[in-house]
């Protein structure tokens, strides 16, 4: 089945300590981003990257890194966490198509609070 | 700056009514355009896409006219049902930028 997965789906941590979400995906994707998404926010994209070895940032970078060191896989790592980090956060992947990105496919979320 | 306006946060109709959700876009012109809907709490699902030179297209209940004359794309959902309840988010894509998101119209079908 194709899929989008995540791990942990919900984590409960505390100011500075650091964690690692996971996404993978096994449709041979080569565009993978993470999104936040808050309340009156809207989804709001961290980072992505067109294929492995290639990051950007998004709209909302500080305070996050990624690697992609494998296509499949695409990790988020917060190095010191802060409450305002508290939120959802969805990874996502698709196919890139001639002008652009194609049909994305979302995991199901990590819900993370910052405590 | 891109902006991109879904214009209300929440919509709340009939059941059997016709649902139109609208999606308007400023500083860039997009390629095409997609829709998604989002349950809480769960990750958004693809329900369609219109490219620039198409005018409308259709998915069962569903259709989505694209004016880039307007910069404007609207989503209909006809004979709606409560199962039609979410948010429903647009995302106009241009080149090979990344995909920004709508904030979304959280949609109610009252029976």
């Known amino acids: 089945e194709a899929q989008v997965t995540q791990n942990p789906r919900y984590l409960i941590t505390v100011t500075g300590k650091k964690l690692t979400v996971t996404c993978s995906q096994n449709?041979?994707?080569?565009?993978m981003s993470w999104y936040r998404q808050d309340p009156g926010l809207g989804l709001r994209q961290i980072y992505y990257s067109m294929n492995v070895e290639v990051t950007d940032k998004g709209d909302v970078p500080e305070g996050y890194k990624v690697s992609r060191k494998e296509k499949r896989n695409f990790p988020l790592i917060l190095e010191s966490p802060s409450p305002n980090q508290t939120s959802l956060y969805f990874c996502a992947s698709s196919s890139l198509v001639a002008g652009g990105t194609d049909t994305q496919y979302f995991g199901p979320g990590t819900r993370l609070t910052v405590l | 700056s891109q902006k991109i306006e879904q214009n209300s946060e929440a919509l709340n109709i009939q059941e059997g009514k016709t649902a139109t959700l609208t999606c308007n876009y400023t500083n860039y012109s997009p390629a095409y355009l997609q829709w998604y809907r989002q349950d809480p709490g769960r990750g958004p699902v693809f329900l369609l896409l219109i490219r620039e030179n198409e005018k409308e297209k259709r998915k069962e209940r569903l259709k989505v006219t694209f004016d880039t004359t307007l910069k404007q794309s609207l989503f209909h959902i006809t004979a709606s049902q409560p199962a039609d309840s979410a948010t429903y988010l647009c995302a106009p894509l241009s080149g090979n930028t990344p995909l920004v998101f709508g904030k979304g119209t959280r949609l109610s079908v009252i029976a």
């Open positions: 449709m041979n994707h080569e565009y």
